[in-house]
């Protein structure tokens, strides 16, 4: 076997030995209850080929350094270093050109990076709450991995800043999904309902969530 790092998690949900590799190349073991670590090793040693293949296939990390392309709403664009110049971080057609020192290429990216975020989430979930009848309390952007929104019983809305990494559909369909929980704190029928009245096409959105979210994690 490969020397991997493995999570092992214990379950009351799972009814079954699981064993996953994301996107990112996280090899994560799931125990169900009344199965033993030990129990559960061997498992995961009957199929390490598998998990091998499957970490064969994981894409590389991309650092924000000069040069890396990275999805900006959807579209690739390259970071360029701009020693010489002064001022905020400018989106063009094809590349984010980053003012100051390259030593500070990567903080300066993701600083806008979150900052671009919020500006996009924000007028997205103000113009949404509004067409349900409802007001955002309060909006922030963190980054998260178990998910892309939330929405609290007060009415504060809070965001991955990873989706502005991806298509701007996408992202109004996750802001779509919390301020439907202004009204509807669960995911009832009257629920998806609301959501489906704010972006008709979720369902594609969604999709396209599940199936490249994780690898918005690789960027950074």
């Not at 090899?27 to 009957?46: H, I």
């Not at 091998?52 to 994981?58: F, I, R, S, T």
Request: glycine residues 8%; charged residues 25%.
């Amino acid at each position: 076997m490969t020397a991997v790092d493995v999570t092992i998690r214990r379950s009351t949900r799972a009814k079954r030995l699981l064993l996953r590799v994301d996107a990112l190349g996280t090899v994560e073991l799931v125990l169900p209850p009344g199965v033993s670590k030990r129990q559960g090793e061997a498992f995961m040693r009957a199929r390490w080929d598998w998990v091998e293949k499957q970490l064969a296939g994981v894409a590389p990390k991309v650092p924000f350094v000069d040069g890396a392309v990275v999805p900006i709403l959807g579209a690739d664009r390259a970071l360029v270093s701009a020693a010489a110049e002064c001022g905020r971080p400018r989106l063009e057609a094809s590349r984010l050109v980053v003012p100051g020192p390259p030593s500070e290429l990567a903080n300066r990216t993701k600083r806008w990076m979150r900052s671009a975020a919020r500006s996009h989430l924000a007028r997205h979930a103000e113009a949404m709450a509004g067409s349900v009848g409802r007001r955002i309390l309060g909006l922030s952007v963190r980054d998260t991995r178990s998910r892309w929104g939330s929405c609290s019983s007060r009415g504060t809305l809070s965001f991955s800043w990873r989706l502005i990494l991806a298509p701007e559909s996408v992202m109004r369909y996750v802001v779509a999904h919390e301020v439907a929980h202004l009204v509807e704190l669960n995911h009832s029928e009257r629920f998806w309902r609301i959501v489906e009245s704010i972006a008709p096409d979720y369902r594609t959105h969604r999709g396209w969530l599940r199936e490249n979210g994780a690898a918005l994690h690789r960027y950074g």
